[in-house]
């Protein structure tokens, strides 16, 4: 799958393309049926189909003092638009001068000059432009064809969408953010060297940042985590937040790969995937109770992981 950051540098063969439009921050069963029926049109019309999408994600520049609200980080969503079938993803930067353009000049100059887009699908609440004045009703009268897609339920009735989902992470319910997903939700870092507490515990950890993913409700998962470059799949207990025996100052993710012989995984990329949370964060009255506490929680996430 092909990534483009300037327009100006797409290819001539991706000119004509069916062009599914939206943040996808999650890419969840809403956009999947969203982008399956872009897909469909692509397959049907014999064009690829592109994905035109923006980072940073549009809160970060207007609402740049909110705490971190991805689902998807760039490299997760990426790979989440891979797996539905998009030939080429237009992320484009998201700047000042790109937000204040008019609905106008976004269909002109983004639309028509850029991506020279036979066709645009969208969710019925899209809206671009400055102000967000622009509707998908105005593409369409500009001479691109349009396709609008409506909101998607779940089984039980519920709206799936990126607001709900992260509703349901900040308060630790793993399972049904992940019904609404669509896919295992997953958060991907590099291990850094740690102040290696854990391992003077008897539990050493492989540490993460969150950065821009989203935080979880914090505290001690069972989770299954990957190896950059293994196929295996490890049953973890898994700590995400800010340690409060030890205050560290910023959110992290500390992962104990259970049965696990110790090795140099440094620099090495984890995909860790919540299964399901054990309980919050809590602070001890001593090292000795921290132990006890953290065996009682390796033997939960085993147990639950089986």
Known sequence: MKIITDLTTLSSEYHDSVIAIGNFDGVHRGHQSLLTAARDIARRVGQPLGVLTFEPHPRRLFRPDDPPERITPPDVKRWRLRETGADFVCALPFDWSFASQSADQFIQRVL???LKAGHVVVGSDFRFG???AGTPE????SGINVDIYDEVTCEAGEKIASSTIRQKLR?????AANRLLGWDWEIRGSVFRGDRRGHDLGFPTANLLLKDTLHPAYGVYATRVQIEGENIWHPAATNIGIRPMFEVKEGQVEVHILNFPERDIYGKILRVRPVQRLRGEAKFCSLDDLK??????CAQ???ILK
């Open 112 to 114: 028509k000059q850029g």
């Open 130 to 132: 400055q102000l967000r």
């Open 138 to 141: 105005m593409i369409r009268e």
């Open 171 to 175: 308060v630790g319910d793993i399972e």
């Open 292 to 297: 006890k506490q953290m065996s009682k929680d």
């Open 301 to 303: 996430a085993l147990e």
